[in-house]
């Protein structure tokens, strides 16, 4: 049984940081790529970082680049997102997906992530 369990969402005002987490359950091959993705009231989904398990491909968005930093505690099959210096933009359901492999040029499209977890708002004001 897959599971992905986010948590560490919730309101903070802007510059505030917030530290999002993923609780990835089942095979650990299942894991391969992680990601996470949000999406705003009214707008589509789009990447915010990738990483995949052995670290040699992480990516994060222009959006949140040197403020957002993905990470992995592969023993624990836990992915982490740290965000600092929010802004009211960052505002969005964020969501955690996994996939167990994905071709190096369409690692920044949901559609190629069959894992989901449930989501975690954050909202910066």
């Known amino acids: 049984h897959v599971q992905l369990v986010e948590s560490g969402g919730g309101s903070v005002q802007a510059g505030g940081s917030l530290r999002l987490s993923c609780a990835a359950s089942g095979d650990a091959y299942i894991y391969y790529y992680m990601a996470w993705f949000r999406q705003a009231p009214g707008k589509e989904r789009e990447v915010v970082a990738v990483?995949?398990?052995?670290?040699?491909?992480?990516y994060h968005a222009d959006a949140v680049k040197g403020r957002f930093m993905i990470s992995l505690v592969r023993y624990f099959n836990t992915m982490s997102l740290q965000m600092d210096s929010l802004k009211p933009d960052d505002t969005a359901e964020y969501f955690c997906?996994?996939?167990?492999?994905?071709?190096?040029?369409?690692?920044?499209?949901?559609?190629?992530?069959?894992?989901w977890g449930q989501g975690t708002q954050v909202t910066v004001s």
């Open positions: 990483l995949s398990r052995d670290g040699t491909y992480t």
């Open positions: 997906a996994a996939a167990p492999w994905v071709p190096p040029s369409r690692t920044l499209r949901a559609d190629e992530y069959p894992y």
